[in-house]
Nanobody, 121 residues
Framework: QVQLVESGGGLVQAGGSLRVSCAAS????????MGWFRQVPGKEREFVAA????????AYADSVKGRFTISRDNAKNTLYLQMNGLKPEDTAVYYC??????????????WGQGTQVTVSS
């Protein structure tokens, strides 16, 4: 089992920046591909970004490419998502996930409880 706890969400103005974090505990953090997903009410949870086990490879949704950066610190068992140039359409609950990876929720076995990010216009 892996327990994931997100933090760092909040309210920010359009064009601003925010960093959300995900602290992991339980099994070895570096065994898992990590991902960020987001969800707004009434919509499917969507892929945002993913990072390989040792951080050498990353992938992003087209909607956030060039603005968001995913990173991980395996010594601290922590995943990060740096969000710059935020837009109102980035408003969502952001979830971190651990598993085998990919662009689909089905590729991840463990999920955090989510953290709300709200971008005002």
């Amino acid at each position: 089992q892996v327990q994931l706890v997100e933090s760092g969400g909040g309210l920010v103005q359009a064009g601003g920046s925010l960093r959300v974090s995900c602290a992991a505990s339980g099994r070895t953090f570096s065994n898992y591909v990590m991902g960020w997903f987001r969800q707004v009410p009434g919509k499917e949870r969507e892929f945002v970004a993913a990072i390989s086990r040792i951080g050498g490879n990353t992938a992003y949704a087209d909607s956030v490419k060039g603005r968001f950066t995913i990173s991980r610190d395996n010594a601290k068992n922590t995943l990060y998502l740096q969000m710059n140039g935020l837009k109102p359409e980035d408003t969502a609950v952001y979830y971190c996930a651990a598993g085998g990876g990919g662009y689909s929720q089905r590729g991840y076995d463990y999920w955090g409880q989510g953290t709300q990010v709200t971008v005002s216009s």
